[in-house]
C-alpha cells in the first residue's frame, strides 16, 4: 500500500477539517502493522486520515452515540482495519482489552468539544443557536439545565470560574438563580440571554456567554477529569517507542497536558542534584517529542479559524514501568 503525507489542503471542502492533521501525522508516525488509537473519534477526521496514511490497525474511541454511527460506517468503508469503540477514552486501558488489545503504537487526542457538536442546535453546545439546554456528550446522565435548574449559587459560580474563567461569575450565577425562580431554563437562548444581561462584550468581540458555556460544558462531561484519567491510562497501554499527541484548544487542558509531560519527562540529571534526605524523583516513562507546543501553519490558519487556539504536543514511551496505578474504570 502506498502511503502518502496527507499535508493540509487549504481548499479541502470536507465539513470537518481536522486541525493540526499535517502535525498530528508528523509526531504520530503511524507505520504498517501498528496499533493506534483514536482516543477522541468525533467526526473521524484523524482516523481517515491515519487509515490512508499508512496500512495499520485503528480503535476510535466515542462516547457520543452520533460518532459511534459516524464510526460504524467508517468500519464498513476500512473492513478489519478499523474498529469503533463506544466509551470514555479515559477508560482507554479497560476498553481496549476488551477487543483483545493490551499494548498499542501510538494514541491521538483531540480534546474539547467537536464542530459536529457545535453544529448540531439540538445538542445544546452553541449559544448561537437556539436549542435544549443539554451539552451532554454522552447524551446520558444529568445535563447542563439539570444543574443550572438545581445547584447551589455557589457551586454555579466556582464552576463558571474554574473552568469558564468567567471574572464576573458571582454575577452569573445571581442572575441564574433569580431568572430560575421565575422561570427554569430548558434553553441555550434563554441561558445566553442571562449572561449577556450581567457581563458586559469584551473588545475582542467575543460573546459574553462564551466562558459560561465553556465552564459548565466541561463541568457536565468531567472533561478534564477525563483528560487526566486519559493520560493514565495511555502511559500504561503504550509500547515502548509508542507515541502520545495531544491537540488542547484551552489553556486549562492545556496546562494539564503540559504538566504531565513535563513531570513524565523529567530530566535524568537532576536525579543527583537532590537535597540529602530529599525523596528520589519519579524516573522519566516519556521523552519529549515537541519541546514546546506546535501550533498551525499560516495556510491552515487562513482556511481553517478553529486552529487558532490549538496547541499540539506529542512525547514516546520509553520501557519504565507505567508512573501511575490504573483503579478500576481506567481511573488513575
Do not use: W
Not at 56 to 70: F, K, M, N, Q
Not at 135 to 161: C, H, K, L, Q, W
Not at 205 to 216: E, K, V, Y
Not at 266 to 288: N, V, Y
Amino acid at each position: 500500500m502506498t502511503t502518502s503525507p496527507l499535508l493540509f489542503d487549504p481548499s479541502a471542502s470536507a465539513p470537518h477539517k481536522p486541525v493540526l492533521l499535517r502535525e498530528v501525522l508528523e509526531y504520530l508516525k503511524p507505520a504498517e502493522g501498528e496499533i493506534i488509537v483514536d482516543g477522541t473519534f468525533g467526526a473521524g477526521g484523524y482516523s481517515r486520515a491515519i487509515l490512508d496514511h499508512a496500512p495499520c490497525t485503528l480503535y476510535g474511541i466515542d462516547r457520543d452515540p452520533s460518532a459511534v454511527e459516524t464510526g460504524t460506517r467508517l468500519a464498513a468503508e476500512y473492513n478489519d482495519r478499523f474498529h469503533m469503540v463506544e466509551g470514555c477514552f479515559g477508560d482507554m486501558a479497560t476498553l481496549l482489552p476488551t477487543h483483545g488489545v493490551t499494548q498499542v503504537d501510538g494514541i491521538v487526542l483531540d480534546i474539547g468539544v467537536s464542530s459536529m457538536q457545535i453544529d448540531q442546535a439540538d445538542r445544546g453546545f452553541s449559544f448561537r443557536t437556539d436549542g435544549p439546554l443539554d451539552m451532554r456528550m454522552s447524551m446520558s446522565g444529568p445535563s447542563a439545565a439539570d444543574f443550572v435548574n438545581t445547584a447551589d449559587e455557589e457551586d454555579i459560580a466556582n464552576v463558571i470560574y474554574r473552568f469558564g474563567e468567567e471574572r464576573a461569575s458571582r454575577k452569573v450565577a445571581h442572575k441564574i438563580v433569580e431568572m430560575r425562580a421565575e422561570t427554569p431554563f430548558t434553553s441555550t437562548g434563554q441561558l445566553a440571554s442571562a449572561v449577556r444581561s450581567v457581563v458586559r462584550k469584551s473588545k475582542d468581540g467575543i460573546d459574553p456567554a462564551t466562558r459560561t458555556f465553556q465552564g459548565l460544558r466541561i463541568h457536565i462531561n468531567d472533561e478534564l477529569g477525563e483528560l487526566d484519567r486519559a493520560l493514565n491510562a495511555a502511559e500504561a497501554i503504550l509500547k515502548p517507542g509508542g507515541r502520545l499527541v495531544v491537540v488542547t484548544f484551552h489553556s486549562l487542558e492545556d496546562r494539564l497536558v503540559k504538566t504531565f509531560f513535563k513531570e513524565r519527562c523529567g530530566d535524568p540529571r537532576k536525579q543527583s542534584r537532590r537535597l540529602p534526605g530529599e525523596p528520589e524523583a519519579a524516573k522519566p516513562t516519556f521523552s519529549t517529542l515537541s519541546r514546546k507546543a506546535v501550533t498551525a501553519e499560516k495556510d491552515e490558519l487562513r482556511a481553517n479559524p478553529r486552529a487558532r487556539s490549538a496547541k499540539l504536543r506529542a512525547a514516546a514511551r520509553n520501557d519504565l514501568p507505567a508512573t501511575a496505578t490504573l483503579k478500576a474504570g481506567g481511573s488513575a
